[in-house]
């Protein structure tokens, strides 16, 4: 807002800075999804088969906690009664390192993790993106920006979508980026993450309308409003209709 940075890439913080009053916009999704997914022991085959478990997640209230309940709720289980939740406050590697241990029979990570888990002989029973409607990658800026930078806006959004599909379509890049970036050497272990970035990126920036409104609903009850918000308060796909 101070105008230190033209964009960000945290859709669900804008969202609910959008709902919230602030004049920010949703201008792209870079993905389709969620990269989380539920990895758990190698002899757990269904959902079903958690009752009794122990889940790992980082913290009550966050991401991986949230995206448990929904979990376990949309399969009939009830978090803390037929699963329970473990908070282990950290990052992922100290999540899979109890999981290694059999300190816990599941948990929920993001990417690289996952895919080091797979290779481990874990399973990756489900993916969060299955449920959970929510884009988690885009571009986000102000209402001024658009305003008084259409055209750069566009030139942005066109780049973003460029960029997605040379790393969908070339993934020897992708794999060159990923070593430099985030240090995963591994080849097994990125040619996995270059899979799920194939299924993930998306290639037209555009979000459904009823992701839109799970934006807007998960806004409304962390902020407890009770007043309409439409879509435009939130977002501007104008950019990514133009491609």
């Not at 050497?185 to 009823?210: F, M, Q, R």
């Amino acid at each position: 807002m101070a105008g230190d940075l033209d964009y960000s890439t945290v859709l669900a913080s804008a969202a609910r800075a959008s709902v919230n009053g602030l004049p920010l916009r949703i201008i792209l999704a870079l993905t389709v999804g969620q990269d989380f997914s539920l990895v758990v022991r190698p002899d757990i085959r269904r959902i079903e088969d958690l009752k009794g478990k122990t889940l790992a997640t980082s913290g009550v209230g966050e991401f991986t906690d949230v995206g448990a309940r929904l979990l376990l709720k949309k399969y009939g289980l009830v978090p803390e009664v037929d699963v329970k939740l473990r908070a282990l406050f950290g990052n992922h590697p100290l999540r899979l390192s109890a999981l290694q241990a059999g300190q816990i029979d599941g948990t929920i990570m993001t990417m690289p993790y996952n895919k080091m888990a797979v290779k481990m002989g874990f399973r990756e029973l489900v993916h969060l993106r299955e449920f959970i409607k929510t884009p988690q990658g885009g571009l986000v800026t102000t209402v001024q920006k658009i305003r008084n930078e259409p055209d750069l806006v566009l030139r942005t959004v066109k780049a973003a979508l460029i960029a997605n599909r040379f790393l969908k379509e070339n993934k020897s890049e992708f794999m060159k980026l990923l070593a430099k970036e985030s240090g995963v050497n591994d080849p097994v272990v990125a040619g996995l993450i270059h899979e799920e970035i194939v299924k993930l990126y998306s290639d037209t920036g555009l979000i459904s309308d009823d992701a839109m409104q799970e934006f807007i609903v998960n806004s409304k009850e962390s902020l407890k409003l009770s007043r309409e918000v439409s879509l435009s308060e939130v977002a501007d796909f104008s950019f990514a209709g133009k491609r």
